[in-house]
């Protein structure tokens, strides 16, 4: 069974930093992938991490400030999110490639055949 189990996420003033995990149930081979939705919006990419946690992708908007990675004793990939703005505010989703052992990272929502369950992130004073 494949699945994704998130946690996190929560309430943060403006320039405060919060921490998304993703535990990965039989997903280890696989790239993975942070998604956001704001509210009334798609969902769009924010970031990747590589099968073999060795390449990071980040959307342009949160270069700098977001980082993702992996903790393989634990089967868990983390989003640190710091400096986070007003407009970062939304659901939280970690999706797993649909292909198995692909080497590279897709920003297209279609590559993502598991999802979890997203996690609500507020930025607000």
């Known amino acids: 069974q494949l699945a994704l189990e998130e946690s996190g996420g929560g309430l943060v003033e403006p320039g405060g930093s919060l921490r998304l995990s993703c535990n990965l149930v039989?997903?280890?081979?696989?790239?993975i992938s942070w998604f956001r939705q704001a509210p009334g919006k798609e969902r769009e990419w924010v970031s990747c991490?590589?099968?073999?946690?060795?390449?990071?992708e980040y959307t342009d908007n949160v270069k700098g400030r977001f980082t993702v990675a992996k903790d393989s004793t634990k089967n868990m990939v983390h989003l640190h999110m710091n400096g986070l703005k007003p407009e970062g505010k939304g659901g939280y989703y970690c999706?797993?490639?649909?292909?198995?052992?692909?080497?590279?990272?897709?920003?297209?929502?279609?590559?993502?055949?598991?999802w979890g369950h997203g996690n609500q992130v507020t930025v607000s004073v």
């Open positions: 999706a797993g490639d649909r292909t198995r052992f692909r080497e590279i990272c897709n920003v297209g929502i279609g590559a993502y055949g598991v």
């Open positions: 039989g997903m280890n081979s696989y790239a």
């Open positions: 991490l590589s099968k073999n946690a060795n390449v990071t």
